[in-house]
Each structure stands twice: as C-alpha cells, then as structure tokens.
C-alpha cells in the first residue's frame, strides 16, 4: 500500500484542486517548472552486540518537497505539516528564486502507470519483532559456534518502507513504494594480542524473507568469519606503483568512483568534471563496456520510478571505451539539450533531487578470471573494499581494499593488510588490459554519498586486471 | 519563520503533560531538535538556489526494566506522540534486558541554559545573503585568470534549539546558531583542471570572515595546485595541515570512545595510564567555550558535560564515556554522550613556521578515502600535498598514498604549529610527524 494517498492526502483534504493549487502558486509565468514530492519514510532498525539484541529503533519521517526551477535556477522550500495553508505557504517561499511573474493555472494528469521493479509490500508489517531478535541470536550463536577465535559480535538488521508522490507541472503524478532491507554482519577475531574484522551482509528491495531463515544469512556469516581469519594474517604491504587485480562485485567501486562520479549530468553542464566534453572520446580500453541500469528487479540501487517521476533505463555509459553518455536529471538534461535519463534522486522530501547513479558496472569480457591472475608476475589480487573517493575535477580518486593478497609468478600467496589505492579517472581505465567473463554484482550494502545526501546504490563488476595504479603499503 | 525557542517551550509542556500516561514501572527520555534555516548558492554570478529548511525530530527511549526500545517521529501532535512512546514500548519488550541499560543516575541538567556564546539570531534579507555569495566568488575570479571556473560561493544559517527530559528529573535545553560562507573555485591550466575551496563557519554572524578573503583564499589554494607532479615513493617526515591533523586526532578519538573500548573494536583498548603521544602533548576538552563549533551544556543522556583532560603529558588519562559504556567498564561515567570541543595543547612552544621546521619532506593538505582502521591502528590514505625541500615548498605532489600506523605517528609526532584551525570541533595547529611511507612512482 501507499502511505501518502491514506495517510496525507485523504488525511489533510489534500484534493487534485488543491495540490493544482500549490503547484501553480509554486510556478508562476517566469518559472519553467516546479514539483512536490511527497514522502512518508517507515524505518526500523535491530542491533545485536555482546550476544544480545540490546536495541531497536522505529522511526518515520515524513515531508513535503517543493521545488520552482527558472533555467538553472532552483528555489526549495518543503514541510513537515501537510495542512494546505502551510503547502501553499512553503510554495511561495519555494518560487522567491526569481522576482514574481503572473499566475498560472496547472493540469495534473492521470496517475501514471509505472512498470514495477518490486512490490509494494512493507517489509515492518511483513514479520513479527521477536522473530527478527531471534534471527539475530541464531545468527550469533552459529558465528560463536563456529570459531572459537571470536571476540565480537555485531548484528544489524534494518528495513525501511519508503512511499513516495511526485507531482509536477508537465502534469506527471507518479507514486511510488520503496521497501528496502539490509542484513550487516560484523565479526572480530583475537589471537594473542591481534584482532581483526571481517564485515559481510547484503540486502535489496524485498522483505526480510529473502534474508531470514534463508542460506544467505549464514554465507554472510561464513565471510564474515573468513575475511577476518585472512586479516590475522594478513602482513604489511609495499607502496608504490603496481599491478593491481581486482575481484568481480563489490570491488566495482572503483566505477563508481573512477568514472561514475565525473560523468554525472550536474557536473558535465558546468563543465567541472575532469570528463567534460569528452563524449564519443576513448575514455577506457576497448574491453570496457559500462553501464548505469536503475532496472534491475528487486536491487539496492533500482528505482520503479526516479524521484522526478522519470522511469529509470539502463544507460550505456561507455561502450568499447568509447564514452557514450552522461547520467542526468530533468534541469541539466534540459540545460545540456538532451533527455533525462531517469538518474534524477535525492536522499528525501528535504534535499533537491541531482544527478545520482542507480546501479553501476561493467559487462563481462572474454577471460578466464584464473588466466588473469596467471598473467601477472609481481602484483596484488584485491577481493574486498570498504570505500572510495573521488574529486571529480582533477580526476583524481581512492578506494581502500580491506582484504587483499600478493600475486607472486602468477599465483595469489600471501595475504597483505588493508590499503588504499589511488589513481586518476580519465587514466585508470585505459590501463585496464583484461576483463573476466565472470560478471557478478555486489551484494546490496553500498551508500554513495554526495553534496550530503546519501542514496543506496548498487556496483559490480568481473574480475579485471589495471596494469599499474598506486597502493598505499607501508613498505618501500 | 516561527521562533524556535517558543517552540522549545511548548512541547515541554505537551510532553510533562503526557507523563501521567506513562507505565510508572518503566523509565523515559525525551529528546527533541529543532532546526530552521536557509542555505543560498551563486555561481557565475547568479544566484543559483536558495533552499530553506525547518526540521524537527522527538526521539523516545524507554528502559523497560533494563530493556530498551526507541522511536522517533517528526510529527510533534500530542496524539502523535502518544503513538511514537507506544512503538518505543513495542520494541522494548522484544530487546533483550542488559543491566547496564539505564536513564543516567547523576550530574543531570536541570535548567535552561544561555549565554553560552553561541547563541546570536540574526534576521538578514535573502537580497543581502545573495550579494555576499556573489561578491564572495567574484573575488575567486578577480585573483588570477586561470580561475577558470566555479562550484559558486554558499552561505548557510541555521538555528537550533535542543530540549532533553527524562523522568528521573533531568532537563535541559540550549540553543545555538551556525553561519557558514565557503567558495568552490576551479583553476585551469595546460588542459588540466583542479578544484579547492575555503570556508569560515561561525556562531555569529559578525565573526564570519569577510567573502573577499574567502574568495581570494579558494583562489590561492587552487592556483597553488597547478602543475602538480607524481613523486617517487620513500619514507620521510610529513607535515600535516591543521585541518588533515584535525581528522589524525579525530581518529585518536574515535578510537577511545566508551563504545570502541567496551567493543574491544580499538587499538587503544587497555591503555588508561600508557603513553600514546610524546612528552609534550596534551589533549583536552573543553565543552563550554564560547564561539565553540561544538559547544554543549549537556550530552546526548542530559548528562553535564566537564572540563576534562584526554592526554597529559602524552599519557591517556580518560576514555569518553556515556552512560552504557561506563557501566560495561566499571568506570566513571566522562559525560561523553557526546564529544565537545577539543584542544591539541603542547609543553614546549608551538611551531611558527612549520615548513622551514619540516625542511625536508612533504606537506600534506588533502586526503581522501577511509583508510583509518580504528580496531588495528592501520593507516593508508590518498594524499595531494606538496614537496618540501631545504625548507621551501618546492612544487605540487599528487596522486600519492600516506600509510602508517596511528600509535607509530601519534607517537612520531615532532612538532606542532601555532597554524590552529578554530573552525573545526578539534582544534589545533599543523602535526609533523616523523616516518611516514608516501607511496607513489617506481
């Protein structure tokens, strides 16, 4: 079900006449554009630490965006109180973006009907509290159980229902409901005086019974305990400029940041990014085919509808190395004279919707993954990263491996510790010399962060190897 | 825009009016913020949004016999918050009871507190807020031609008031102010471009620093990152700048909060009475300071907040603990529900000119990624900076890494600057610290 029609709209006699209202105080003659986005968050979270679930939260937030756009231009004011004067109110705080132009009467179209990607079905509502708790303590027991080396436990499970409204003055009504759940796992191992952490979990677009009392909740678990068994192990690594393979998944973050980032639409329009004007340029290897897809059933990162009420699309970003596109939203896509390309997102009703990837990775190529590993003499296999960054004027960006091996005459040997790798976008991916047949994408944890607004999205990639990149050892 | 203090004062009524309807068996708090403001940015000289903003959130604990459940809403209607108490209830009867679960038993607020210096409303017209972006990223322009392009200028104010009341008796609230101006510019150079910007955030808007000086400072930093070069890798001394020392120390604190001791998930476990820095470190709190960034009367528990000091002559005197954490380990409660202004201090004078101090090795003024691993001390960071030779900066370094290890450079600090940054939570000047592996070309 949809909160916003039962719960805000009947609730506060919010008839199509009056949201008419609202939108054309919020757009006289001299403003393009303007939308409100209503939305009504459900959030729940359940934390295991010490052996107990010793907390649970239940949260709801719930708003409404108004936004009046003139050229480049944008004027945003939203409420928390949905009654019609405080709307009307926030409208014309909203349109104060340029000098008052004559009114104009606003025509909302039918609800559109949008293809979807999940169900409207709140995954709170779904199962009952105490057997989320005792999801949590099986999952604890078994993880004790299994290793005798564990100091630490820490369990998260959480879930949101996210019901959204988009309404706007091209006439679009557009709703949509968001379930998103997220299963974390955290384990630390001791042996003498070290300890170290392994972090696995995943989640999607569904309830929690694609998690709980599932076989995936306890691989989770297994790779938790493995990667933080690798870590003990682990030996310090050499800095410096090397060949560097990738695993296939989550390592993608390095799309996200090498070139995701720098070919979003906002930053394209004003020419910031170090991928300006280089559409129909080689960007990457010929082996390189990229691609935004916001379509995917059921993913962290997918979207019924972006939150312009624009239906997402998998966008080619670069084909063959060749650079294709740029992910926009409605303003810079009108501004840069071409079609948004369903990327418009924003993290809720308080924040203006950018340019934003939904979910972002590379096509499979040709190579066996084990003939990558074998083609490298001196170099480093890196399987799991906790995060990256990028500056996307200079190019210039990070992600940090948190488990990672040395490749010695084709063979992975030792494990090393935690580094970080930096490298420059526009460069990185024309040294990419081999990519694996085995695409895989990760597996529903990330958060990309951007101007302070946190979105999920999702990454992956095939296993691939980057001739030479820097890493961040401790040994020269 | 409605006054937030009146706001303040009327849910505390609404809720001491809904006590009655409280289980006498279980303990509450009561946590409400409320924000209201705006932010306004101009770019190529032109206003290019203005956003305004007006939050409020009641967050609800219960302690159901040593088991906790919580629930926020931002809809403050006393139907509402009867509602929001409920699902609190729900959960805490599905926790599991931990006997270090509690309302705090001492050192509460119990009053309404100002004059704290930070504190300063001001009403200023939209019209004037946009001249001052625009003339900030004017400047940016003015200084040099390769200032090629911008992200714009942006100010932002915002207002706050924050409410705590649990049924043990505390109460407290405080409001504050925050103004910020910060300018984005770009420079161009031989096709390649970099960005840079700086910023000045105040609690009162008379102490915000001029948008010229922004704008020409954004502009320098940027034109001083043109023509940055690769550097070979070595280990050498390296100069922090006060804002990439901030985010070492901030690491050092992260890692001996109540919650990463009690977790066993720090390096610093066990290390009350230890040396962690050299002789002539200090590192302390002090949560009342006037104009502070992180000024607070009263934690996150209603818990008063102290003086206190966290390195004395480079030895751990405290962990920073709240409630639960200092339940969990035996030991005195630091009033540490949340962290407040902090100050690296020294026993020898601090440095003038740090770069002719460092005279041979890099100066560090960037860094990216999450290379910070808290439980082993492993440090390993992207880094632009520049090369240092004979005590003059010699040229711009980029695409290089900065590992270590956080107990190997804490205690490697040689020096620090009297360079402070008064901007950030954590004050303190530049850090040069010995041995530090910067990773780069064979």
């Known amino acids: ?476 | 825009m409605n006054s937030d203090e009146n706001n303040i004062l009327v849910y505390k009524d609404r809720l001491q009016s809904i006590y009655k309807d409280l289980n006498n068996n279980h303990s509450y708090e009561f946590n409400l913020s409320v924000s209201n403001g705006y932010t306004v940015t101009s770019r190529s000289s032109e206003v290019e949004n203005i956003e305004y903003h007006e939050d409020m959130a009641l967050n609800v604990t219960v302690y159901n016999e040593y088991k906790k459940g919580s629930a926020s809403t931002n809809n403050l209607s006393s139907e509402n918050i009867l509602k929001t108490i409920q699902k609190a209830e729900n959960i805490s009867q599905n926790t599991q009871p931990d006997e270090c679960q509690g309302l705090p038993e001492s050192n509460y607020t119990n009053k309404d507190w100002e004059d704290l210096g930070i504190y300063y409303p001001r009403e200023l017209e939209v019209e004037d807020v946009i001249e001052i972006t625009k003339s900030c990223e004017a400047e940016a322009f003015k200084t040099d031609k390769r200032i090629s392009n911008s992200e714009g200028s942006t100010f932002s104010f915002s207002k706050n008031a924050h409410m705590i009341m649990n049924t043990n008796g505390a109460y407290g609230t405080h409001s504050s102010t925050d103004y910020s101006l910060s300018c984005i510019a770009l420079a161009e150079e031989n096709k390649l471009m970099e960005r840079d910007y700086w910023y000045s955030s105040t609690r009162d808007f008379l102490k915000l620093e001029e948008g010229s000086s922004i704008g020409r400072k954004a502009a320098e930093r940027v034109l001083s990152r043109l023509g940055a070069k690769t550097l070979k890798t070595r280990v050498c001394p390296v100069l922090f700048s006060p804002e990439m020392s901030a985010s070492i120390i901030s690491n050092f604190l992260s890692a001996i909060s109540g919650s990463a001791i009690y977790k066993k998930s720090s390096f610093l476990v066990d290390k009350i009475n230890e040396k962690i820095f050299p002789d002539f470190v200090n590192i302390q709190e002090e949560p009342l300071l006037s104009n502070g960034p992180a000024t607070r009367p009263y934690d996150s528990e209603g818990v008063l907040t102290t003086d206190k000091k966290i390195i004395e002559d480079g030895i751990l005197q405290n962990y920073l603990l709240d409630t639960y954490s200092s339940r969990k380990l035996k030991m005195d409660c630091t009033g540490n529900g949340v962290l407040t202004n902090i100050t690296m201090g020294s026993n020898k004078p601090l440095v003038t000119d740090v770069i002719s101090t460092l005279e041979n090795g890099i100066y560090i003024t960037d860094m990216m990624g999450s290379g910070a691993n808290t439980l082993t001390g492993d440090y390993s960071r992207g880094a632009f900076g520049y090369l240092v030779e004979n005590g003059e900066i010699q040229y711009p370094v980029t695409e290089i890494t900065v590992a270590s290890n956080l107990s190997q450079m804490f205690q490697n600090i040689i020096a620090i600057g009297d360079d402070v940054d008064l901007r950030n939570r954590i004050r303190t000047g530049s850090l040069l610290i010995d041995n530090i592996t910067i990773g780069g070309t064979n």
């Open chain 1, 1 to 476: 079900m949809n909160y916003i029609q039962n719960l805000i709209l009947d609730n506060y006699d919010l008839t199509t006449e009056k949201l008419e209202g609202i939108l054309s105080v919020a757009c006289p003659k001299n403003i393009d554009f303007a939308d409100l986005y209503f939305q009504y968050i459900n959030s729940e979270g359940w934390q295991l630490e010490d052996g107990i679930v010793k907390s649970g939260s239940s949260n709801i937030d719930s708003g409404v965006g108004i936004r009046s756009v003139a050229g480049d231009k944008s004027g945003f004011a939203y409420s928390n109180n949905f009654n019609y004067e405080n709307l009307i109110s926030a409208a014309k705080t909203s349109k104060c973006i340029v000098k008052s132009g004559q009114s104009r009467k606003i025509q909302l179209g039918v609800t559109q009907e949008i293809r979807k990607l999940y169900e409207s079905v709140s995954p709170l509502d779904f199962m009952k509290d105490d057997i989320k708790v005792k999801f949590l303590k099986d999952i604890d027991k078994y993880i004790r159980g299994k290793d005798d080396r564990v100091e630490q436990v820490i369990l998260s499970l959480a879930g949101v229902y996210d019901s959204i409204l988009v309404l706007n003055t091209d006439g679009i009504k557009a709703f949509d409901d968001r379930p998103l759940v997220r299963f974390s796992v955290m384990v630390i191992l001791k042996v003498g005086n070290r300890r170290e952490r392994g972090s696995s979990g995943g989640g999607g677009r569904y309830s929690y019974d694609q998690i709980i009392g599932t076989k995936f909740a306890y691989e989770f678990a297994d790779e938790a305990i493995r990667q933080a068994a690798v870590n003990l192990e682990a030996e310090d690594g050499k800095a410096g400029s090397m060949t560097v393979v990738l695993g296939p998944g989550w390592p993608g973050v390095l799309l996200h940041e090498a070139i995701g980032h720098g070919l979003e639409g906002d930053f394209n329009r004003k020419k910031t990014s170090a991928f300006s004007d280089l559409i129909g340029k080689q960007v990457a290897s010929s082996q390189c085919t990229i691609v935004d897809d916001g379509t995917i059933s059921k993913r962290r990162g997918s979207l019924s509808v972006d939150d312009e009420g624009c239906e997402t699309k998998r966008n080619t970003l670069i084909e063959n190395g060749i650079l294709k596109g740029y992910m926009q939203d409605k303003i810079n896509a009108k501004l840069m004279n071409t079609n948004p390309t369903g990327n418009g997102r924003r993290e809720s009703y308080a924040c203006l919707p950018m340019p934003r990837m939904t979910n972002t990775f590379m096509l499979p190529g040709q190579f066996n993954p084990n003939e990558i590993i074998e083609s490298v003499k001196d170099g480093i296999y890196a399987v799991n990263f906790s995060g990256g960054q990028v500056d996307i004027t200079n190019g210039q960006f990070v992600f940090t491996a948190s488990e990672a091996y040395l490749i010695e005459n084709g063979k992975v040997t030792k494990p090393i510790k935690g580094m970080t790798l930096i490298g420059n976008g526009p460069e990185v991916l024309k040294k990419v010399s081999m990519v694996g047949n085995d695409l895989k994408l990760d597996d529903g944890v990330g958060t990309c962060g951007k101007d302070g607004q946190s979105v999920p999205v999702g990454v992956g990639q095939p296993t691939l190897k980057i001739d030479e990149i820097t890493v961040g050892g401790t040994q020269v």
